[in-house]
């Protein structure tokens, strides 16, 4: 207790004798890119948004009607490896749905478990449609572009095979398509099934919430979305057989995106349409998840897809351009800025680091509780989610070092040494083909 008393005096007179320039200099970072941007900014748009509610909700409502009137068919792909396991969770949660024109098509990528004998069996009993088996591993994306063959359905629905779907998931995800026809994707709410596995799920959890279902719901409402998740996202048939369906190699879910905006067409996301998805219970695994997710941003935004930056350029687009903008500003420039803040400051006041480090968690803290309850608002599931509010005192250590360092690591691995085609979760031969064609 002494030891608490004490330090809690020197505190509190350290805080006392600060000014405003000082408090500046060890928090300029914070002040200029992190409050702005993920709290005022996304503050600001859910506010103006939730004026338009009941107009919104009018909306949905008529597109759901047009929606079930044109009753169209729907194919369901789940590409995938080894996933024999998930197969029925995924079949039996589609088996509940309130949507039902659709049929159900498992690619297995040349498995070496027990997936024949298992989709063969649940194709039997008919709890899946097709069962397409690859005798040779292709990669994620070829194996989803054999789904596309002989396929004529109206739009397709990617899922990963480890996924279970909320009741109403199908038809949400196919609604927005029925609010304009300029809609050619729309992307689903992922979430954590297996948050309470561990301090990592948990993490993870809060992450999504965050990232997926309330920062997607407001870049979607700004129109500058990046990203339909190859987790779950639904996509008109026309386009994806007019782009040829997904170029091989990691990072197809945001690589289909920008071409499709490219194209000039509209994406959307829909927070109503809830898939639910296993994360990585442990941080190492977690962490080479992230290095390739990251490598991803690079290889995509910043090299495969950099026409979109330039002004001169036919596929050039304000909106693409803002949405790539604030990505790789976000997620790839401002980590090593934010690793040159870090460094500046502790070299600065390393006889002070310790008290800057809590008056920044005393600061952020406040933001980071008032964000995330308000995205348990906006969820479907704040009763059950809730739990997950005791982690925001801890949340800067996850998201604000852990996440940073992977993608500051990531990024020199990828900018310099192209380690994305290296990558043992792509197949040796399609990662030569896909950077022998640039893609």
């Known amino acids: 207790m002494d030891f608490i008393e004490a330090f809690l005096d020197e505190f509190f007179n350290w805080v006392s004798s600060l000014t405003f320039e000082k408090i500046f200099r060890m928090y300029w970072f914070m002040f200029l890119f992190t409050i702005p941007r993920f709290y005022l900014l996304e503050w600001f748009v859910l506010i103006i948004r939730s004026t338009g509610n009941r107009k919104r909700k009018k909306q949905e409502e008529l597109a759901l009607k047009k929606l079930y009137l044109d009753f169209p068919f729907v194919s369901i792909i789940a590409p995938g490896k080894n996933e024999g396991d998930n197969i029925f969770k995924l079949a039996t949660s589609l088996r509940e749905q309130t949507y039902t024109n659709f049929e159900l098509a498992i690619i297995d990528d040349g498995s070496d478990d027990n997936s024949y004998v298992i989709c063969n069996n649940l194709l039997k009993r008919g709890y899946i449609d097709r069962f397409i088996s690859l005798e040779f591993r292709g990669g994620k994306a070829s194996a989803a572009n054999a789904g596309l063959y002989k396929n004529n359905a109206k739009y397709v629905v990617h899922l990963d095979a480890d996924s279970s779907l909320d009741r109403n998931a199908i038809e949400q995800i196919l609604m927005p398509f029925y609010l304009s026809s300029d809609i050619k994707a729309v992307?689903?709410?992922?979430?954590?099934?297996?948050?309470?596995?561990?301090?990592?799920?948990?993490?993870?959890?809060?992450?999504?919430?965050?990232?997926?279902?309330?920062?997607?719901?407001?870049?979607?409402?700004?129109?500058?979305?990046?990203?339909?998740?190859?987790?779950?996202?639904?996509?008109?048939?026309?386009?994806?057989?007019?782009?040829?369906?997904?170029?091989?190699?990691?990072?197809?879910?945001?690589?289909?995106?920008?071409?499709?905006?490219?194209?000039?067409?509209?994406?959307?996301?829909?927070?109503?349409?809830?898939?639910?998805?296993?994360?990585?219970?442990?941080?190492?695994?977690?962490?080479?998840?992230?290095?390739?997710?990251?490598?991803?941003?690079?290889?995509?935004?910043?090299?495969?897809?950099?026409?979109?930056?330039?002004?001169?350029?036919?596929?050039?687009n304000i909106r693409n351009f803002v949405a790539n903008l604030d990505n790789v500003v976000y997620n790839f420039g401002l980590d090593y800025v934010w690793l040159y803040y870090v460094i500046t400051v502790a070299v600065n006041n390393f006889d002070q680091i310790f008290m800057i480090i809590v008056l920044g968690l005393v600061v952020m803290t406040p933001f980071r509780f008032v964000g995330f309850l308000v995205c348990l608002l906006f969820s479907e599931r704040t009763k059950s989610e809730a739990f997950l509010l005791r982690l925001v005192p801890i949340q800067y250590f996850y998201s604000g070092v852990f996440l940073r360092v992977n993608r500051l690591i990531a990024g020199v691995m990828e900018l310099f040494f192209f380690s994305s085609y290296k990558d043992p979760w792509n197949p040796t031969k399609s990662s030569f083909h896909a950077r022998a064609n640039k893609l």
């Not at 998805?277 to 910043?302: D, G, M, Y």
């Open 187 to 316: 992307g689903g709410c992922v979430k954590v099934r297996n948050s309470k596995a561990s301090l990592c799920t948990s993490l993870q959890s809060m992450e999504y919430i965050q990232t997926v279902m309330m920062a997607r719901t407001v870049n979607s409402y700004l129109g500058i979305l990046r990203i339909i998740s190859g987790a779950f996202g639904a996509f008109d048939m026309t386009i994806l057989k007019a782009l040829g369906g997904w170029d091989i190699g990691p990072g197809l879910d945001g690589d289909i995106t920008q071409k499709i905006r490219k194209m000039g067409w509209e994406i959307a996301f829909n927070h109503k349409s809830v898939c639910l998805t296993n994360a990585p219970e442990k941080f190492n695994i977690l962490f080479k998840q992230r290095l390739r997710w990251s490598k991803s941003l690079v290889r995509f935004r910043i090299r495969k897809h950099s026409d979109i930056f330039n002004f001169s350029s036919a596929n050039f």
